[in-house]
């Protein structure tokens, strides 16, 4: 069964730093490119990054581009994303997604979500 | 970045058949992609590749393509299926994924 789960997650001020995780389990992890989606409270999904599977492409959304750094560790089965000058429109629930396909690329279908974890920027 | 555009709301009655549609310039070069999502859950991928069905997904959810427009209708909308649809795509060079705005399905 293939699983996403998500950690990281928690109250930051803005201008902070927090790095989130992604634990996959029950597929191939090097298989497949990764992508962070994150949901601000009432609001629609808004893709963040995603990265290959050997992580040699990522792409950023043009909001995060700069402060926001998207990695993975084969050998660990996870995915991370560094979250840099953090700001209250960075508030969200970041969800990890896994890109299906016939492909290893981060832009095909999202077939499994994680329950994502939830960011808070406050202060 | 790259925009997809859907209307904010569709409503139907039960049985009859709601479409939901997403504009996007690179859309006849790009694979569109749906999801469902409903409240306080993950979404769900319910059409990729623009027409094709994940295993489980019931018969009444389809997708076409016609130039810079894909829709996804529901045929015989149940109640269940009351929720946020959204598509997705990515920009022509196959950089840049983005989600539609999403569309709010009620079933009256």
């Known amino acids: 069964e293939v699983q996403l789960v998500e950690s990281g997650g928690r109250v930051v001020r803005p201008g902070g730093s927090l790095r989130l995780s992604c634990a996959a389990s029950g597929f191939t992890f090097y298989d497949y490119g990764m992508n962070w989606v994150r949901q601000a409270p009432g609001k629609g999904l808004e893709w963040v990054s995603g990265i290959n599977w050997s992580g040699g492409t990522t792409a950023y959304a043009d909001s995060v581009k700069g402060r926001f750094t998207i990695s993975r560790d084969n050998g660990e089965t996870s995915l991370y994303l560094q979250m840099n000058s953090l700001t209250v429109e960075d508030t969200a629930l970041y969800y990890c997604a896994r890109s299906g396909g016939d492909s290893s690329a981060y832009y095909n279908e999202f077939d499994y979500w994680g329950q994502g974890t939830l960011v808070t920027v406050s202060s | 970045s790259y925009d997809l555009t859907q209307p904010p709301a569709v409503s139907v009655s039960p049985g009859q058949t709601a479409r939901i549609t997403c504009s996007g310039d690179a859309l006849p070069k790009q694979f569109s992609f749906w999801y469902q999502q409903k409240p306080g859950q993950a979404p769900v991928l319910i059409i990729y590749k623009d027409r094709k069905r994940p295993s489980g997904i019931p018969e009444r959810f389809s997708g076409s393509s016609s130039g810079t427009t894909v829709t996804l209708t529901i045929s015989g909308v149940q109640a269940e299926d009351e929720a946020d649809y959204y598509c997705?795509?990515?920009?022509?060079?196959?950089?840049?994924?983005?989600f539609g705005g999403g569309t709010k399905l009620t079933v009256l």
């Open positions: 997705q795509s990515a920009d022509s060079s196959r950089t840049y994924v983005t």
